[in-house]
């Protein structure tokens, strides 16, 4: 089975701009997870979509959002970026939402 | 809520030494267990999991995390580490359903440095 998928694995922007990262899960996996990778905060939980619905959020502001389309594969979109959004971005897919399976990531830089 | 504390930031040692990676976790419910492993510029990659039954696991490439719940930890152990060891291992706690769908809590991960 091929793995999970992300795109574009590296992403330049300036502040103020948004951003739309892409995810695609492995196949029948239905559960899409979305993670923000930091130094200083370390991995922190955005929210989970499964079946085309949003089941779970994390603390984050409203800039960031995500979807999910009938495919099963995941969009997260941050508007108005900031300095701080500068970030590794990693999916996760799983059957259930247990056992989770991460791409390879898309590293943003926010200049 | 749950949480993770990872007890080392870094641990060096040499290589065909044995090895242990601590991990104490909090949760008001049924938790299941996870270890990850990162390379450097790669995402994270499923070294071993706790779902139910057995309290040892075992991963494929030699490495066990025992789940013991009257002290809350997973802690990892290899007994004979190589030099390709070396990466950066978190530990993960997620729950059953509510506010817990589709969500790891991570600690903050601990760098395994292998030397010759």
């Known amino acids: 089975k091929a793995g999970v998928t992300q795109t574009p694995r590296y992403l330049i922007k300036t502040r103020g701009q948004q951003v739309t990262l892409s995810c695609s899960p492995i196949?029948?996996?239905?559960?899409v997870s979305w993670y923000q990778q930091t130094p200083g905060q370390g991995l922190q939980f955005l929210f989970e979509?499964?079946?085309?619905?949003?089941?779970n959020k994390g603390n984050f502001p409203g800039r960031f959002s995500g979807r999910q389309f009938s495919n099963s594969r995941s969009e997260m979109n941050v508007s108005t970026l900031e300095l701080g959004d500068s970030a590794l971005y990693l999916c996760?897919?799983?059957?259930?939402?247990?056992?989770?399976?991460f791409g390879p990531g898309t590293r943003l830089t926010v200049l | 809520a749950q949480s993770v504390t990872q007890l080392d930031s870094q641990v060096p040692v040499f290589e065909e030494a044995p090895v242990e990676l601590r991990c104490n976790y909090s949760?008001?419910?049924?938790?299941?267990l996870f270890w990850y492993v990162q390379y450097p510029n790669q995402g994270l990659q499923l070294l071993l999991k706790?779902?139910?039954?057995?309290?040892l696991v075992e991963s494929i490439n030699g490495f066990e995390a025992e789940f013991n719940k009257s002290q809350t930890s997973f802690h990892l152990r290899k007994p004979s580490v190589h030099i390709s060891d070396t990466a950066e291992y978190f530990c993960?706690?997620?729950?059953?359903?509510?506010?817990?769908?589709?969500?790891?809590?991570f600690g903050q991960g601990t760098i395994l440095t292998v030397h010759p």
């Open positions: 996760a897919s799983s059957v259930d939402s247990t056992e989770q399976f």
């Open positions: 993960a706690v997620g729950g059953a359903g509510g506010t817990s769908y589709g969500k790891l809590t």
């Open positions: 979509y499964f079946s085309e619905t949003q089941r």
């Open positions: 196949s029948g996996h239905r559960s």
């Open positions: 949760s008001s419910v049924s938790v299941y």
């Open positions: 706790y779902l139910s039954g057995s309290t």
